[in-house]
């Protein structure tokens, strides 16, 4: 059973810069296709930014530009570096593992709070 855990969040302001981090447990995370969603309370994930196993990657354009997603193969982590941060990125984020090559997401974190000040 694949365990995925991220960094703690976090408050910044707006303008402001965060990282956050999710580990995976397992010893093929190279083969993972690996991103990250976020939720506010009452409302559907939404898709923020995935990269491939090969490291190709992709961004919802609301953070397109701010936002970049990198992977350490020896560390079994992927990060998400986020900038320019805006109010309206104040969700809860999820780091999500495919497994199966599918780019469907069967594997899921606990969730961090990121919250940005305006």
């Known amino acids: 059973q694949l365990q995925l855990v991220e960094s703690v969040g976090g408050f910044v302001h707006a303008g402001g810069s965060l990282r956050l981090s999710c580990v995976a447990s397992?010893?093929?995370?190279?083969?993972?296709?690996m991103a990250w969603f976020r939720q506010a309370a009452g409302k559907e994930s939404e898709f923020v930014a995935a990269?491939?196993?090969?490291?190709?990657?992709s961004y919802a354009d609301s953070v397109n530009g701010r936002f970049t997603i990198s992977r350490d193969n020896a560390q079994n982590t992927v990060y998400l570096q986020m900038s320019s941060m805006k109010p309206e990125d104040t969700d809860v984020y999820y780091c999500?593992?495919?497994?199966?090559?599918?780019?469907?997401?069967?594997?899921w974190g606990q969730g961090t709070q990121v919250t940005v000040s305006s």
């Open positions: 397992g010893r093929t995370f190279y083969s993972y296709n």
């Open positions: 990269i491939s196993w090969s490291r190709g990657t």
């Open positions: 999500a593992a495919d497994t199966r090559g599918r780019k469907e997401y069967n594997y």
